[in-house]
């Protein structure tokens, strides 16, 4: 190794001994400093869920003041209007963090942001009628620090910054959710489209109905209803339509256990996205490629399965097709039958639950024609199910599941591969 290769080397170690002492030195942006517990002062300790009443004051701005309502929150100034309980949560949990500060020597509050409007101000009622106030200022020089005056008026630094995560506008608080509701208590829900009004019901067992069409696919039906709650406004618009959507395309509704309903109305797309108007009533717009679910029809949540076997809470199966029988003991991928193996009931079970009806449905029918069967499905605790075989006509026999629905029909293939896996005489 020559001279100049042995001076490279040298300046090239003491370059990364010099990048791993402050890598080593500097904080880390979020990480809280190791303090040591008496050179700190306590800033306050506070409990998001004691929190009756907030307002944050950004600068020179208009006070964003909300006020918790049971398990949502209201916004009463600078407007009435309801709160996004998500954001308004994020704030109070960023709020919470904060425990303790490093105490500053007798400084000009004006020289940190902490003067006559300070940078930012945070005031909380807590249940017990306390309350509370936090000035925010200047984010320090060095390291991921922000000066603070606590509420008892002694000046702090703080670890982390708060520009993005508290001292939010008052529109950032605004209600986004075009329908909030909580998935338990969904009892049903209607699309109005100009296709027409598909209707989604739960009944009094808690099995669900596509009305005047058949059982609801679950999966389906979970997708929907979670899809709907998660729709955003991107943007509102509220000078676009002062009167309200009269007029809409479409109609989402959903209907809820205490008989109340929520309703979101979608109108016209517009060249920044589709115009809707939410449940509390605020215009703005989404992405017009999120509302494909709104043209959804029978066959989009319609179960698709002729005869409704679950892969658990099914302990037994009754068959009689034709003159013949079977009678399937079990659950749980272990099934038996008299006259069958292990595996030709399992078969026989799996033949029975891959039977598809005719989607969509041809006709209405108003007969289930002369009686040649029946499926009787035991589910437990939550009863036995049944489901009536009728003539076949065409190609295809009908069905009829007494617990409601209409008459639908599948073709006779699905029922001779159902047969054929009976036990033999």
């Known amino acids: 190794m020559d001279d100049r290769q042995v001076r490279i080397l040298v300046v090239l170690t003491a370059m990364v001994a010099v990048l791993g002492l402050i890598y080593a030195l500097a904080p880390r942006q979020g990480a809280e400093e190791p303090w040591a517990q008496e050179a700190t002062h306590r800033v306050w300790t506070l409990e998001p869920d004691q929190v009756q009443t907030l307002s944050v004051t950004r600068g020179q701005g208009p006070p964003a003041l909300l006020r918790r309502k049971g398990r949502t929150w209201q916004m009463v100034e600078p407007e009435a209007r309801e709160a996004d309980p998500r954001v ?251 006259g069958l193996s292990g595996a030709d009931a399992i078969r026989l079970v799996e033949a029975v639950r891959r039977a598809r009806l005719d989607l969509p449905p041809k006709e209405r029918l108003e007969s289930l024609g002369e009686r040649t069967g029946q499926v009787r499905i035991r589910q437990g605790d939550r009863g036995t199910r049944v489901i009536e075989i009728g003539s076949v006509e065409g190609g295809k026999r009908r069905l009829r599941d007494v617990s409601g629905g209409p008459i639908t029909t599948l073709d006779e293939s699905w029922i001779q591969t159902i047969v054929e896996r009976f036990p033999k005489d």
Not at 147 to 175: K, M
Not at 314 to 334: H, M, P, T, V, W
Request: no cysteine.
């Open 88 to 338: 308004v949560d994020r704030v109070l949990r960023e709020l919470g963090r904060i425990e303790l500060g490093v105490p500053l020597e007798r400084t000009d509050p004006r020289e940190l942001g902490l003067g006559e409007p300070p940078r930012g101000k945070v005031q909380v009622e807590l249940r017990s009628g306390e309350q509370l106030e936090l000035d925010l200022g200047d984010i320090a020089p060095v390291g991921w620090h922000t000066y603070a005056r606590a509420p008892d008026g002694t000046l702090v630094v703080l670890p982390g910054h708060f520009d993005d995560e508290v001292l939010l506008p008052p529109s950032a608080f605004r209600e986004s959710s075009v329908l909030r509701y909580e998935l338990t208590s969904v009892v049903g829900v209607e699309l109005h489209s100009p296709r027409g009004v598909l209707r989604v019901q739960r009944d009094e067992a808690g099995e669900w109905w596509l009305v005047d069409w058949g059982r609801a696919d679950l999966d389906a039906l979970e997708n929907l209803v979670v899809s709907l709650l998660d729709l955003r406004v991107q943007a509102f618009h509220d000078e676009l339509v002062p009167g309200g959507l009269t007029d809409p395309k479409h109609r989402a509704v959903v209907r809820l256990a205490d008989g109340a309903a929520v309703e979101a109305r979608f109108g016209d797309d517009l060249p920044m996205g589709r115009m809707v108007q939410t449940y509390a009533g605020d215009i703005g717009v989404l992405p017009s490629e999120m509302l494909a679910l709104l043209d959804q029809g029978p066959t989009d949540l319609m179960d698709g399965a002729a005869f409704p076997i679950r892969r658990d809470g099914i302990d037994g199966i009754d068959l009689s097709i034709d003159g013949q029988r079977a009678e399937l003991r079990g659950g749980q991928g272990r099934w038996q039958a008299k």
